[in-house]
T-cell receptor, first 111, second 114 residues
Framework: SQQGEEDPQALSIQEGENATMNCSYK?????LQWYRQNSGRGLVHLIL?????REKHSGRLRVTLDTSKKSSSLLITASRAADTASYFC???????????FGPGTRLSVLP | DSGVTQTPKHLITATGQRVTLRCSPR?????VYWYQQSLDQGLQFLIQ???????AKGNILERFSAQQFPDLHSELNLSSLELGDSALYFC?????????????FGNGTRLTVT
């Protein structure tokens, strides 16, 4: 079964709005990572947050991690049409292995 | 460009056949991961190799096998193919086996079984 589960499955917003995606996982983790996938292409790493971190920023991306709730969120601020893609969370086990991906959130940013 | 190369990009074959997918990891990366992505199953972890040795196994069918060669390239062999094996197969690499490095993905091989 999937370790990570993203929510919502699909999200449609207007350009300039913020987009928030959530990820829940089941077991203890070493770190949690977010990836982006443009249609039919390989995944691209966006940001990594370790289990002892609570929040991390990278440009217009903000990631939070709540290990007590086993959940993470990805916030994309001031979204652009080019942000249209699928976003996946991935967790690694306590040994830093077994990267398991959730089913993803399909984000559509309308111009 | 991630530096991970997968060949071929597209593969069309018939049920019952056998195919081999190839992956060259990013220069310097020792660990290779294989994933299967289909419409209804998301991204499924198949198997991981590190410096030639199998390191972790996921939902890989017995009809599937993989190996990593001394030059660190990897091959995924799929045999007795079924219609349900149609999917995108991704290879990813990272520098080590047990660490927090992000994965670098190739652009995948799209397999169509008819």
């Amino acid at each position: 079964s999937q370790q990570g589960e993203e929510d919502p499955q699909a999200l449609s917003i207007q350009e300039g709005e913020n987009a928030t995606m959530n990820c829940s996982y089941k077991t203890s983790i070493n770190n949690l990572q977010w990836y982006r996938q443009n249609s039919g292409r390989g995944l691209v790493h966006l940001i990594l947050i370790r289990s002892n971190e609570r929040e991390k920023h990278s440009g217009r991306l903000r990631v939070t991690l709540d290990t007590s709730k086993k959940s993470s969120s990805l916030l994309i601020t001031a979204s652009r049409a080019a942000d249209t893609a699928s976003y996946f969370c991935a967790t690694a086990d306590n040994y830093g292995q077994n990267f398991v991906f959730g089913p993803g959130t399909r984000l559509s940013v309308l111009p | 460009d991630s530096g991970v190369t997968q060949t071929p990009k597209h593969l069309i074959t018939a049920t019952g056949q056998r195919v081999t997918l190839r992956c060259s990891p990013r220069s310097g990366d020792l660990s290779v991961y294989w994933y299967q992505q289909s419409l209804d199953q998301g991204l499924q972890f198949l198997i991981q190799y590190y410096n030639g040795e199998e390191r972790a196994k996921g939902n890989i069918l017995e009809r599937f096998s993989a190996q990593q060669f001394p030059d660190l390239h990897s091959e995924l062999n799929l045999s007795s193919l079924e219609l349900g094996d149609s999917a995108l197969y991704f290879c990813a690499s990272s520098p080590r086996s047990v660490d927090s490095s992000p994965l670098h993905f190739g652009n995948g091989t799209r397999l169509t079984v008819t």
